[in-house]
């Protein structure tokens, strides 16, 4: 085991309010705690805790080395180009399927959505391409998207009409789907999903590696993608076991490291797809039924599979059952889909 029965942690979720966040180092140099554990598992960047304050992983560090303490820290991704240096006092266990099984939980027992893949669908529109944030990257993405004259095929959430980005070619406005624009539900899927073809995803990183709800929600449902995020985001769902829709897609871009000519190479692959007729595309879609089917069960195997969780997170949820002593508020929806005890 990684954590101990016989020690006490002070424990902090990235999702607490900065406020309460803000504590965090002054209780590291007076807790009686043994060691400390950062639940980070819902975002890839752990060291970015506090909105706009960028020296408070150096603080935390410092109250570390002080007291001399070990944090252990959950974080979803693999390890990211901007991470801070290596830490002697920190240790980083990292979860890169904590969404997919997050995502399943949210869709299929929470949500009660029934996961079947539908062959007789009748696609109105080429592909579906949902925003939330407006992160800048997803700006210069949807910028170049209206710059080739994309939109007319595309079912199109937009949540807000004044983000500050200088945009191009796309006019910011409200651009809503069956309620999508502005809410606060990650798991939402508008009706028009189903009526699209493929998903173009502008994922939540787009220098790293993190598959989120965004992604994981068409490998579950069953929908052709292509995730605008870092390089090698394609290798590492084929390292994971999925299948690649090259029937569809030329995954080269995977391999290109600057960003807006992977972006660019992304948008070639959504410009030659809109040339196929609409009445034509179920054709398509029979070309990948197979490979659809397949990344679905692939992704069941890896929610329900034990050694796909992290052995720190087995630890903290063994101490929880036997101390009955919550570790994390975050980690409950787990024991819902694996017998981790």
């Known amino acids: ?15 607490d309010s900065d406020d309460f966040k803000l504590t965090i180092p002054d209780r590291i140099r007076t807790t009686d705690k043994d060691a400390v554990i950062l639940f980070a598992h819902n975002e890839y960047q752990y060291w970015s805790l506090v909105n706009e304050d960028f020296k408070y ?53 929470r949500k009660k959505t029934r996961l079947e893949i539908k062959t007789d669908l009748e696609f109105k529109k080429h592909f579906v391409y949902l925003n939330h944030k407006t992160h800048w990257f997803r700006c210069y993405l949807i910028d170049q998207v209206a710059k080739h004259d ?15 980005y200088d945009f191009k070619y796309f006019v910011p406005q409200i651009l809503d789907l069956d309620g999508f624009a502005g809410h606060t539900d990650q798991h939402l899927i508008p009706a028009q999903y189903h009526e699209s073809f493929a998903q173009l995803i502008s994922e939540t990183a787009h220098k790293d590696i993190c598959i989120t709800e965004k992604s994981a929600t068409a490998l579950l449902v069953g929908k052709p993608f292509l995730s605008a995020a870092g ?10 076991g999925f299948e690649l829709y090259n029937e569809i897609f030329d995954y080269s871009f995977d391999q290109e490291p600057d960003m807006e000519k992977r972006f660019g190479m992304i948008i070639e692959n959504f410009k030659n797809l809109c040339q196929t007729p609409i009445g034509e595309l179920n054709l398509l879609n029979d070309k990948v039924k197979d490979k659809i089917i397949r990344n679905q069960a692939r992704a069941k195997e890896i929610i329900f599979d034990k050694n796909y969780y992290p052995e720190i997170v087995k630890d903290a949820i063994i101490i929880e059952a036997k101390t009955k002593v919550t570790l994390n508020k975050n980690l409950w929806w787990v024991k819902s889909l694996v017998n981790i005890i």
């Open 150 to 164: 994309l939109l007319q095929f595309a079912n199109v959430s937009w949540s807000y009409p004044n983000p500050a």
């Open 231 to 240: 390089q090698g985001f394609f290798r590492h769902i084929q390292e994971l």
């Open 57 to 109: 992983w150096d603080r935390l560090v410092t109250a570390l080395a002080e007291s001399n303490k070990k944090l252990f820290v959950i974080t979803s991704g693999i390890a990211s180009v901007d991470a801070p240096p290596p830490h002697p006092n920190v240790e980083i266990h990292f979860w890169p399927t904590c969404w997919l099984k997050k995502t399943y939980f949210e869709l299929v027992i």
């Open 1 to 15: 085991m990684i954590l101990s029965q016989e020690l006490k942690y002070l424990c902090f979720d990235i999702w």
